[in-house]
């Protein structure tokens, strides 16, 4: 087990990302380059948002770079994308990129710059020579501006369906980390975290399935928490990825 009091989002940008990830969607259509002053934003974003050992490049791209899925087709009008790297000695590298990733996709929709996550579907020869030899792609983000309207509805599971325990009992801010987690973005739409409390403890497993999408879960997870608390990064299956994170408060 280990433990990371680390936290890059100070609780002052808390409630701006809340409302980011509150309307953000996964987004396929975009309208070309972004201007220099996204740029430059988006430049800072990648410095301030990785966590240690973590590393995300802006690097241009083009239509030629994303592989089309036979349902949802092909991302079109990108011209910027972030590569996340992560150290490959650095433990729970995954989770970390997958938290690092999402803190700033969030912060970039909260400047109107959309954005999609990508594990599998591009062509990963050409990002490659933005990491490093002793670090690990994680996958990449496309980003831009669009005007692509979001989903009628997004397809979430009820938070019955990921709470081991009812979470009405649950303590305010925890109910609230729920229900940020339920609408973290995750592979293919799984959903696969489950959620429970004990004591002072929120608990998120993600039952074998991948780190990335455990450390997206943890940063929206992270939004709901004021009071001074640590993450620790539970080992519980060993020979497997971790999957599995314990938020616990800190006593006075």
């Avoid at 241009?60 to 790297?85: E, H, M, N, Q």
Wanted: charged share 25%; glycine share 8%.
């Amino acid at each position: 087990m280990s433990a990371r009091p680390e936290n890059r989002i100070p609780d002052a940008r808390k409630d701006a990302l809340i409302l980011a990830a509150e309307r953000r969607f996964s987004c396929r259509r975009m309208n070309g380059s972004l201007s220099d002053e996204d740029n430059a934003a988006l430049g800072y974003l990648a410095g301030k948002c990785a966590l240690t050992g973590v590393r995300i490049s802006l690097i241009p791209a083009d239509d030629s770079l994303f592989v089309g899925l036979p349902t949802i087709g092909k991302i079109t009008g990108c011209r910027r994308v972030a590569v996340l790297s992560a150290k490959i000695a650095q433990p729970h590298c995954r989770l970390l990129a997958g938290f690092s990733g999402e803190c700033f996709v969030l912060e970039a929709e909260s400047l109107g710059i959309r954005s999609c996550w990508l594990t599998g579907t591009y062509h990963r020869k050409q990002v490659q020579a933005a990491v490093p030899a002793d670090e690990l792609l994680i996958g990449i983000i496309a980003l831009g501006r669009s005007d692509a309207g979001a989903p009628v509805q997004r397809r979430r599971k009820p938070l019955e369906k990921i709470c081991k325990d009812g979470p009405e009992g649950w303590p305010e801010d925890f109910r609230r980390a729920a229900e940020l987690v339920r609408i973290a973005p995750s592979a293919i739409n799984l959903q696969p975290w489950q959620m429970s409390a004990a004591r002072d403890a929120f608990i998120l497993d993600g039952g074998g399935r991948s780190p990335i999408d455990v450390g997206i879960a943890m940063c929206h997870a992270e939004l709901a928490f004021r009071r001074p608390h640590v993450w620790r990064l539970l080992d519980d299956r060993p020979g497997e990825p971790m999957t599995r994170a314990e938020f616990a408060r800190l006593r006075a």
